[in-house]
């Protein structure tokens, strides 16, 4: 295991201080951070070894109930040679204040405390009051002064005592040293946040050990267990077989191979560590941010990752050896320098090439991780030779460099750069072992976050591709939809929204939900969707058009279960027709309240049951009332009743709003900010405008065929009427051609005109024959054939569908400019 060294044992004259020439001594540190309201934040390995707690039972709990913080003071023990600092059962009255934020300044102590597995253990301790705008209100430092003492008869500390304290860090050689290491005690924060507390730690002062009141050694974090006394011991052993002529003992050849085995384990120890901090989430940004964070500042001070653009795209697996046209996105960049040093220089985002010559470009060919133990100052103007107009030399030049790949099965999908400052040691052979195991570790983390992302990619596109773009105008009435996908994995979802034009200016509107996530269940709506458009094409009532879905869905298979809401608006009666199968109610604001209702309709069961019936509820509605429909994943929170979420959806549609999308906007904000949500959310608002009576004009034309004269006469007049006149000659045109139709094929009941004013001018034409007329292609000699040739030309829209006693067909026109 690593150790620190003592260059001199003696005191230095002339300093004033007292302080010995000493390299730091290096013990395994406890860090705890103790955020503002008193929970802990961070809890490192250390902690868990000299606490016997996990993080997982530290993190978020009271640091009061973590650290023994107070206790009795048993009578002192006269036989322990470190006098009163033995006499306290926990941490001291110092670091309760410090918890309690009563203390300003860093206060240190030495306490026995009784930890599971391993009975009385010696703690010497540093707590630094933290100020600044992060959480972080509290750091606490911890060892095990048992690790000072263990060893042989040679190796015991002689010392007068072993205490905690602080000093100015300037007050030792390799002052800058000792800073630049510091940051290897801190938890893994941004490099803001470290730099901050690191600042404020070295203004405080820097832990040291006093052995005697002229005896203080700086305390610098290893991952080793240093042990200061055996090593002083074994040289000065070593000293003294030198004078007399003797071989040098053999621990000190043994203490090389401690050294191995202790770099081998705190490698292991290092990787493990990383394995379970990284690959928390599929999300591929994340995972990024994860590995990089993973190793700064432990293992290296800059990270930057590089991912290949078909990674990045979230397409499919990239294919063929990277070359020197290959795009690499940087993604991340990670270090311990200050703020914004890189940004400029090495943004994320950009996406670059790397020349053959490179250092990157033999990894990512490889495959193989390409260690550079010093750049040199033709390497660095190398590199920063692909850095058009930003010098990056300063940056990069004297660090030492290890380029591993990024790999899963056999292809590389990226590459990560790392880069030790110049004063820190080298990266060696082991360090290149090391950055090959956790790359590809992070490899194959990447991997799955880029399948994730992809098959996500291709279900959105599906997904996309299946909702329907609805116009914000249908006649009478004014629609705004939402579309949120879910918040978790398979986050894509079978939610869906429709409105559909029906015969008589009506609208049907329609919102549905597939029971289940991903793939096929995207699939599946795009099948019930497209059934509801075309059985609400042939102007099936709701309930019936609700059991025959129904009925659909048992014939495509057991697994498909959705809930449906079907409503139909008829802007000339003012009348909603709604049917629910096993959907949460819609909501009903009325324009001359403003009040909100859960409407009380026959819930029904979900589509795919099969066996139970639907019914339809008719009810009255006036102009201005706006309908909400949406499906279960925007008011259904898991802990939550769903009247909770249902009575704040009552109470977010009745706030006023200036337009419709402000209305959606308005209940979104409402119930999507509680937090919980996991389902993807569909939301159809829909404003029922109504038409007024002054804006229908309707004729009943008795089977003869001249009434198709008089019914060109009764529009022309009509349209004089409403000021569109402009319309009068393409209009009579067009309906004269539609009524002799209808005349000529209807069979009983008389034909039906009607003309509506909206947004476009409406005509329909009714007669009671069910055969739909199709547009056919007629030559110079053919009698038939030619009228709705003339309507596909001049309308702006046309149609036909079925009704209950026949068929309709209709055409609009656009209105002139007013």
Known sequence: MDRGTDRDTSSRPGTGSGTRDTEPGRIPLAVVVVDRHGLVSHWSTGARR????????????????LLPVSGALPEP???DPHGPYAAYDGLGPDLESSLDGRLAYPAAGRARLTVPGSGRVDVL??????????????????????GLRRGGPE??????????????????????GLARRLPEILPSMSVGESARIVAQVLELGYPVLEFSHNDRVPVTPDWGVARRTERQARRERAARAAAAGEPPPQDLADEGEDLEYTAVRERLEFLNEVSGRIGTSLDLARTVGEVSKAVVPRFTDVAGTYLREQVVAGEGFPEGVPDTTTLWHRVAVEHTDEPGRWDDVVPVGEAM???????????????????????SEELGHAIAAQFEKRDIRPLITGRSMLVVPLKARDVVLGFMILLRHPERVEFNDMDRVTGAELAARAGLVLDNARMYTYQESVAETLQDSMLPHIPPHMAGCDIATRYLPGTLLGRIGGDWFDSVKLPGARTALVVGDVMGHGLNSAAM????????????????PPAQLLRNLDDLAQRLGDSYLATCLYAVYDPIAGELCLANAGHIPPVLVRARDGAAELLDLPTGAPIGVGGVPFEAVRLRVEPGDRLVMCTDGLVEMRGEDIGVGLATLCESAAHPAASMDDACDTVIRALNTRGGRKDDVALLMARLNGIAPDDVAEWRLPLDPAEAGRARAAVREQLQVWGLARLADPAALMVGELVTNALRHSHHRPVDLRLVRGDTLLCEVDDDDHDLPTLLSAGPGDEYGRGLRVVSTLAREWGTSRTKAGKTVWFELTLPPR
């Open 155 to 176: 190796e015991t500390v002689t010392a007068e005592r072993i205490a905690p304290a602080f000093g100015l860090h300037t007050d030792f050689p390799g002052a800058e």
């Open 50 to 65: 000299l606490f016997a707690l996990a993080k997982e039972e530290a993190i978020g709990r009271p640091a009061v109930d």
């Open 525 to 540: 709506m795009g099948q019930l969707r497209t059934a509801v458009q075309t059985m609400a094409a042939l102007d099936l």
């Open 353 to 375: 090439p790397f020349p053959a010559h490179t250092p990157f470009f033999q990894c990512m060919t490889t495959g193989q991780p390409v260690l550079v133990p010093r750049i």
């Open 77 to 79: 023990d006269e036989s």
């Open 125 to 146: 301790w540093w707590a630094y009051p933290l100020v600044g705008p992060g959480p972080e209100r509290l750091l606490v430092l911890a060892a095990d002064a048992g």
